[in-house]
């Protein structure tokens, strides 16, 4: 009774643990999603953080009259063939977007202020403010807060516009998806050769000693150690490193990368360990009693059968990777950029989450989004980590 009594009671604690930690990861995912689903777009993915603003110009008069579009949505101007709509920018600010513009309208034909060049106008664009003339040359003037129907009323008493700006909305996150398949790249190039190698000596050359044993446990704690202790250490070390192979002043992507690197050698030569402990003796038994040296059996037969853990490995570490942050605020910075370079600042999606999250402000709907980005990429790199490992797996039993 005893016995039972305890069984029951320990199987109920082990219940009411398990539910209560899938109500509040249920609870976590319903929050992410509620706020970040409407954010999400591909203007978030493909866009820029920050605004451009562009000052333009036209040289031209327009002497057409343009035929209204079916389902317009906006308010058209007949006379410059474009339609402007009111919105919102994402903290509740008026705008006027442009939604559409004809072909031959003379908005195609801008010129930059400073430049002179022809800019292509591209649809989405909000404008700021216009400053036009009419037949009489008076200035005619007209701003986002006037609304789309006012500044289309003013184009079609206008033939020409002396100046007009405007400007792309920012909050996108491209700059932060380079940085981090950047950081995936390069990290990978460093550590997985390195890992590799590791796990091929530790399995086939170490000899079971003290030393081996010494050795696989400090593998053993470096994956223990909290990833902002490896932050400092890419401050203290590969930071400086780099500036003096490199241009680059601070942190930068390369100096991430090498961090990242050391934080995943002991995921990668551990798996990579297992996956070469799962190849049956007689495969290498058989490749030294045919001739083959012990390099040749290691390279042509031992690791294309480990090949399915070695994927694994990389496809985890790629995982870390996206998520990490801690360590590449020290390593890398929280700079958010839109023109990436391997040896400057930039931030990648999880310290993207830190930057907007870390203000006066925080940005809850842009950290939802990115957030869920990284949640569909985890989830497809788990998925695909299971099918190649079923499909690469040689010794399943089916």
Known sequence: MKTRFMDKFLNTITYIAASLSAIVLIGILIY?????FKGLSVGLITGDYYDTVYELYSEEKTNKIFIEPNDVDGYFSKTWGIVLKDSQTKTGEKKVVITYIDEDSVFYRLKDSQTKDYIKIKLGLSISKLELTDDTDDYIY????????????????????????????????RGSLITTFYLIVLTLLIALPIGIGGAIYLHEYAKD????????????MTSGI????????????FIPFVNSITPSNGGSILSGALTLAIILLPVIIRTTEEALLTIPPSYKQASLALGASRTQTVFKVILPNALSGILTAALLSIGRIIGESAALIYAVGTTIKDSVSVTSRSTSLAVHIWSVMSGESPNYDLACSISIIILIIVLCLSILVKIIGKKLNKFEVK
């Open 226 to 237: 909290p990833s902002i202790i490896f932050g400092l250490v890419g401050a203290l070390v």
């Open 142 to 173: 007209a701003l986002s807060k006037d609304g789309a129907r006012s500044i289309i009323k003013n184009l079609d008493t206008a033939n020409r516009i002396t100046n007009i700006q405007l400007y792309s909305d920012g909050g996108g996150i």
């Open 209 to 220: 000693n003290k030393l081996t044993k010494a050795i696989r446990i400090m593998i053993d």
């Open 32 to 36: 992410i999603f509620s706020n970040g």
